[in-house]
């Protein structure tokens, strides 16, 4: 199997990106009142991060792994990574400021906070800086406060130099030993936490950070690994519902809710970063998918960076709504409505974010790197 992309695992991106666009309009603003279980419980979307960053290890390593020393070079590498990466940070980020100032730079206590701050908080974001705890500007430890998933774009930027300078280096033997102590790391971390669980990355305190960073140390070499193992066994393709399958088999594990127990939660995220999420990941790799149907595929798959990275700022906009609106019982019709909303207007601004604004600028920011 000498495949050049992996059609089906780009869809499954873009089904990840879905379930966690639903797991931030149902799960974010719950406090504020309640969904009919399960529909309002997609409790597990968070986990859709970890996938993400299995799967971008393994197309990292597919991609890039042959490349070292026949023309690729660490200063080329990074460029192709920032211009994958970098324009939809830049558009998510002042999307975020936006959002911050409509809703009249007041912080969730209702403290105001001086357009400078907000400035400055948006300059860091754009270089990908985390906002240290005295420029918080929401008030809830965000470390990029205007677009909180973006800590998890952090974390990719870090892991893709890690990858850059380091990993890409190692002996698949040694790549395993590195996996095995991330798995002995994370699963300590998620068992020994007051909390319990992986549900870390996005805040400025120490312990907090620490559990996002160890979360990429481990599924960033996992990824990686397996696309070591793939192209050495090269493993028969797979035909039929493959993508479907892999797709109902993630909308499963991303969509239950809460299981009733934190070490009952702490075990089942667990058994999915280790085990689910790589079985998906290695069976997505062998499907194949042809016609219209990989047209389809392949445009969730496109969808699913800008969907990830511009999301937020109308999840910010979508809380505020609702805390303003007094719809606190679950059988009014207009939270379902403001929901339908959000979720319809996130798909059109990353369509429109990819098709007028992302694409087209990484074909010129590529053609004018590669003319230098």
């Not at 070079?73 to 558009?91: A, D, E």
């Not at 239950?256 to 069976?283: A, H, N, R």
């Not at 062998?286 to 445009?299: T, Y």
Request: charged content about 15%.
């Amino acid at each position: 199997m000498n495949k050049t992309r992996y059609d089906i695992l780009d869809g499954l991106r873009g089904v990840a990106a879905l379930m966690v666009l639903l797991y931030h309009i149902f799960n974010d603003a719950k406090s504020f009142f309640v969904w009919p279980t399960p529909v309002g419980e997609f409790f597990h979307g968070f986990l859709g991060v970890d996938f993400f960053f299995i799967l971008s290890g393994f197309v990292m390593g597919y991609a890039y792994d042959q490349q070292w020393g026949n023309g690729l070079n660490f200063g080329r590498f990074v460029r192709r990574r920032l211009v994958r990466l970098h324009p939809m940070v830049i558009l998510g980020v002042l999307m975020g400021a936006i959002a911050f100032i409509i809703q009249g730079c007041t912080k969730w206590d209702g403290s105001e906070v001086a357009i400078e701050t907000v400035m400055f908080c948006t300059l860091l974001g754009l270089f990908m800086i985390p906002s240290p705890s005295s420029l918080d500007v929401r008030g809830n430890t965000e470390i990029f406060p205007l677009n909180g998933p973006h800590w998890s774009l952090f974390i990719e930027y870090l892991g893709s130099l890690l990858y850059g300078l380091m990993l890409h280096r190692l002996s698949t033997k040694w790549l395993r030993v590195w996996v095995a102590g991330g798995i002995v790391s994370i699963a300590g971390f998620a068992l020994l936490t007051n909390d319990g669980g992986i549900a870390y990355g996005w805040s400025s305190e120490p312990v907090n950070f620490m559990g996002g960073a160890l979360r990429m140390l481990y599924a960033y070499p996992m990824g990686l690994l397996m696309a070591r193992v793939f192209r050495e066994r090269q493993p028969k393709p797979l035909h039929g519902h493959v993508f479907l399958l892999c797709s109902l088999a993630l909308m499963v594990l991303l969509g239950l809710p809460f299981l009733g127990s934190k070490d009952t939660e702490t075990i089942y995220q667990l058994v999915c970063i280790f085990s689910l999420f790589p079985t998906i990941i290695w069976y997505g790799a062998r499907g194949s998918i042809c016609g219209w149907k990989q047209q389809v595929v392949s445009f969730l798959g496109r969808l699913s960076y800008p969907l990830y990275a511009i999301h937020f700022p109308l999840i910010y906009l979508y809380i505020m709504w609702v805390e303003r609106s007094g719809y606190t019982y679950i059988g009014h019709s207009h939270p379902w409505a403001a929901a339908f909303v959000t979720f319809a207007c996130a798909l059109l601004l990353a369509t429109l974010s990819l098709l007028l604004y992302d694409e087209p600028l990484r074909r010129w920011l590529n053609r004018k790197t590669k003319a230098e």
